[in-house]
């Protein structure tokens, strides 16, 4: 122990006579920061719109989706559905999460290089024959979102919370996306509309819906 400090002694000696702290060894050499040339001016920041953006001005993403092939009519499959209606589905600003998370899932299934499983239908065929109970708790016309992923759709109904969740085993997607009426033209209220952005491109949803 001595004989180390003896050491670090005989070290430090000869830097404390020269007049340079022995602590400086340890400092990163750090060049010092350049001052702003005369007459450089600092770069100006855009402040936020918000009064713009509140009377929607600034138009949000469109929910476009990357092309891609649905799922083949004939595939038959146990089917989860999530039933409200189509105001609510399409035209609530609580809901726009909707096409972010089926945007998200395709490009998922597409990386993997699977046809896409989501469907939409409008009034479906099912729905009075097969669990007239529930219909009678919905607002019509009435859409429904389909998928045989169960993980998937209980992830989807905690989100949208206010649907009728049904189980329709062992039919196909031409069964399940059986439609009686089309989605209605929706006509958004400037005072109905709390959202502070515009609402997203009208139709997305038809390309989650089998054509015949």
């Not at 919905?138 to 993980?151: G, H, Q, T």
């Not at 059986?178 to 209605?184: C, D, E, H, L």
Request: with cysteine.
């Amino acid at each position: 122990m001595q004989a180390t400090v003896a050491a670090q002694g005989a070290v430090a000696a000869p830097i404390a006579r020269r007049g340079v702290h022995a602590r400086a060894l340890a400092t990163p050499c750090v060049a010092p920061m350049q001052q702003r040339a005369a007459g450089v001016n600092a770069p100006k920041v855009a402040a936020r719109n918000v009064a713009a953006h509140a009377k929607g001005a600034i138009k949000p993403m469109e929910a476009t989706f990357t092309e891609f092939k649905l799922v083949d009519k004939d595939v038959k499959a146990d089917w989860w559905a999530l039933v409200a209606s189509a105001e609510f589905f399409f035209c609530d600003a609580q809901n726009e999460q909707v096409a972010e998370n089926l945007r998200e899932r395709v490009r998922y299934l597409g990386e993997k290089g699977e046809a896409v499983e989501m469907l939409f239908v409008c009034e479906p065929e099912w729905l009075d024959r097969l669990f007239p109970e529930e219909a009678k708790k919905i607002r019509r016309p009435a859409v429904a979102l389909l998928c045989p992923d169960k993980s998937w759709m209980t992830f989807m109904r905690i989100r949208l919370d206010r649907v009728i969740e049904v189980q329709l085993p062992n039919m196909t997607a031409a069964e399940v996306a059986t439609s009686t009426a089309p989605v209605p033209k929706f006509k958004i209220e400037d005072k109905g509309w709390t959202a502070p952005y515009v609402p997203y491109a009208w139709g997305w949803w038809e390309r989650f819906m089998l054509k015949k």
